[in-house]
């Protein structure tokens, strides 16, 4: 009987993404799931059948259900609570709209109020796991057979002395965000439709001189409001060949901030303010979302930001889906890296076992575990849908779990929703996955890190007479400082 | 060429006197009187003088009132504009940010908060005034000592700790009454019961009790009436000026503030419309023009009660005598 | 027992029962000082002694004062410091005279006086956090922002002024300004409205011009209103928090970080609730120094 409603409620869900989908101008011909044969699962996503009188035995905060305000991915969510509740008649499900901030966070720690499962950030886990607010799901991710599936460098982060506190929803790797509209003026385009878009930094400076030139608009919007400011220059620094922070393995950290190839890509990005003027009329005012507003509505050409932002330009700032690209972070003279990371889910340190377990049954539902069936499938299927009725671009995700037959089935479903020139995408996922390419942030007191470049930057951005080598000195001085003498 | 003007006593001159500078017969503050204005330097002074305060009324008024009309605009037009004003005026903007943010619930949640605040920061403070001021018991001096200290060391500077404490006693409620946390009600009484340890409210009310007539309470404990009683029925109808003062100020206070609401209320269902705005400081999918029109919400309440009791709160600040 | 000793007791039992329903009415009020101001402040210092995540004292460890030497030699926190001394200089320049001279201008005028009494006070009812945002639009770089479309119609270039350089906090104590101004400035107008208008015809007849009556009656008479207000003044700055972290989030290179923003930075943003309320003991004890000043002048004053 359960199995029967269990099935009814993946048509609904099917039926959902063709409501959704056919909102648009460019709804695929078929969603196709019922060709699909039903794949193998590595765990079994269906609890034991229990008898007629059920207990409840926990209850499953869900601190990912999504705000009142964003309808579509509500309707979707609804539907996988219904499924979630016919087959977990032992656990009480609870709507719970979270969205974590640090000013939050700690209170609903005291509370005991901290979720069953919650979004975050990646720079968060050591103060999540530090504060006693997230907890240790080692034991039922091995019992799932999860653990084994995490991409490694994820699961690095994630963890703490051996044990794993969180898992993975997306992974980024950062790129270069382009407004095709602005290199059209500028007459940047290839014939095929393609940007000609900047392989080196050299070279960048140079398109967006010609940006600037032809359309008025800033080539580049490069931040320096805020630690964003930093997180972004680390890649330009990695261009140039420098290693920000060496890692003693015992516990103390060397901070390289002034080392030549840091102090060269500081004075490089010093000449787009003040020998190129490329940059929009103040990056000290620009933040991550004020970034996306300059190339969403055309003030800006090219932005560094990551393939799971790319609704930002696009559905919330108006820039048209096909007017989009994202390309490669240009190299240097040490080489191409992209900064990697991603946003990870956590349990809250009050949960059972039971509990967690019905959050990762959930997951399942939203096509966001390392479990290929026919929920999971509806819930991808569900996902790009969203996406394609809000005029986000519907591209790859960035594999998160290593397990391969659900990332071909993810490139098949992502094929399927498509809504752009995938020739605008390529050469990013060629060169993100391209062996060496990825690195994740430098190691130490990361936050305290970019804080510091990003004070240099707003230096070199307001003052044309700054001298780089000794701002570098200093920021290299007072960041050591920080690392020999933790406050916490 | 106006000094000729003048001297001649030419039509113009005498126009301008009778529109401009016969009003300065009647005023009796200040350096300049209405005899002061047969030096033409004066009246030229008095002239410059007027434009200066007119300038400062567009000053004061001019940033709320584009934040208002800047609204109309739409996110690619307020973003690249080189225009003050918006193209055309369409409410589908405000409109659609009204909607999608849920403003109608923040606007509820935030006179809940505004009610119950101006209540506590009547009674509590009013009651403590009244004890220092008028019964003054055995230690009110160093009540009073204690408190006002309190009005030069600002809360704001131990808001964690106060954050703590609070966080405590919410949980222990909510504990006893088998509350949820995050929703229960008891998140928004400390946002009432904090307005009501406020010292600069407390010398207001003290400083107004004590200018009263003690005829009034003396009669009136003669006739059995308790001290309580004599607060209730002779002081606070007496002192009406002074509690509507401190009503206003308290609304704004409460209305404005965010800081510990934020920590307080921050994912619960009853977010104010300040932790609304504060939370769009690190939200994803606000825009800068949903920004504006939050903003605009936001200033909307306090204009219309300024607009409604302009009267009361100008001469209310003098009473006040320091700001609040 | 003589009846006047009687008297004495029955006035003595009457003054301890008065005694204690004074104290029974006050008490809630003390309850709420007590629990939200006074213990916060202890609290804040007992904390300021352990260090770790959180406020979970069995998670922490104490430090004793150590935390104070990290203070010292945190980079951020020198910054601050001697940024506070700016925010004192420019609040003192542009906070402190710019209602003073208001209030003498607006004082000197017989037109439109209650409307400029409204107007002024307007921006004192404005949200402080919807002031800072709509500020920041006005101070918006490149050609679209509000100023710099007007300086457009003066034929300048467009002005970053928020990153200028030793423009940063002039125009966050101007925002800042622009908000309370009024306030004051109608309190020093009371102020010159209770001068005795015959100070000022006893001086006309003595030939005083006007100029000279400002400067020797209008001036003198507000001086221990202004001894109050830049007290007053000088302990706002100490707690400025919101201005810069919304404007400019205490940028460019640290010129506009204030001491507050440091603390609401370790608590709320690294969870690092100890150090914050280090920062914040300090702040207290020099507020408390400031506070022992100015009761001394006012003291004086009202000796005088």
Redesign the interface.
Known sequence: MKKMKALCLILALTMLVFTVSSCTSTAPASAGSADTPPAETPVSAAPPESEPEEQVTGTFICGIWPADTDYVALQQHLVYEAIFNAEHSNIEFVRFYYKYATDNFLPMVQAGTVPTIFESWFTEPAKLIESGGARDITDILNERGWAEAINPSIKELLSKDGKIYGIPRDAYALGLGLNLELFEQAGLMNADGTPQYPKTWEELAAAAKKIKDETGAAGLCLLAKDNAGGWHWSNIAWAFGANLVTDNGDGTFTSNLDSAEAVAAMEYTKSLKWEYDVLTADPLSEDWGTGFTQLGTGAAAMYIMANDATEQPTANNGLAVDKFALVPVPAGPGGQYSLSGGTPYFFGANASDAEVNAALDYLILMGKAPVLNDLSIAGMKAGNATKVSMGAPVIQRFPCWTLQELIDKENEITAEFSNVNEALYADYFKAVTTEGNLRLEESGQTQNMYAELTKVLQEVLTNSDADVAALMKTADENYQSMLDNPTA | MQKNNIKRKSPVSGFLDKI?YN??K????????F??MSSPL?KI??AA??L???A??I???F??A??IL?GFKD??EF??????LPVSFSFAGYAKTWE???FARYYLNSAIAVAGGVVCAVL??G??A???GI??????KV?FA?????L????????????????K?V?FF?KLAGLD??NSFFNVM?LW??M??NAFWLVLFKEFFESLPKDYTEAAQLDGC???GV?TKIMLPLSMPIVVVVSIFAV?AA??D??LP???L??SEWRTV?VR???F????????ID??HA?VF??IP??I??ILF?RQ??RG??V????? | MTAGARGGNLQKKNRIQKNISAWAIMLPTLVLFAFFIWEPILESIRLSTYRGIGVDFSRLRFVGLDNYRLMFIDPNFKAALSNTFIYILWSLIIGFFVPLIMAALISETAHLKSAIRVAIYFPNIMPGLATAIIWTFLFRPGPTGVLNIILGWLGLAPFNWLSARGWTIPLIITTMTWKSAGSTALIYMAGIAGINPELYEAATIDGAKPMRRFWHITLPGLLSLGKTMLILQIISVFQVLYEPMMMTNGGPNNKSISMMMLVYQYAFRDFNYAMGTTISVFICLILAVLTIIYFALTRKVSNE
């Open positions: 401009f009003k300065y009647k005023k009796r503050e200040g350096a300049i009187r005899y002061d004066v002074a008095c003088i007027f200066i305060c007119a400062m009324i000053v004061a008024v940033p709320a584009w934040a800047a996110l690619k973003v690249t504009g080189k225009k003050i999608s943010m849920k509590f403070n009651l403590l009244y004890v220092l019964l003054r018991p055995v230690g009110h009540v204690l408190v006002m200290w309190t030069l060391i600002p809360p704001t500077t131990s808001v964690v700790a106060q954050f703590v404490n609070i966080h006693v949980e909510n946390s995050m400390p019961l904090i009501g340890a308790t001290d309580l607060f704004t209305w404005s965010f800081l934020n920590l307080l921050s994912n300040m705005l504060f939370e400081r690190t939200a994803i999918k606000v825009t800068e920004k504006l903003v936001s200033i306090p204009t009660m300024f302009q709160i100008t600040v003098t006040g005598g320091i700001k609040g």
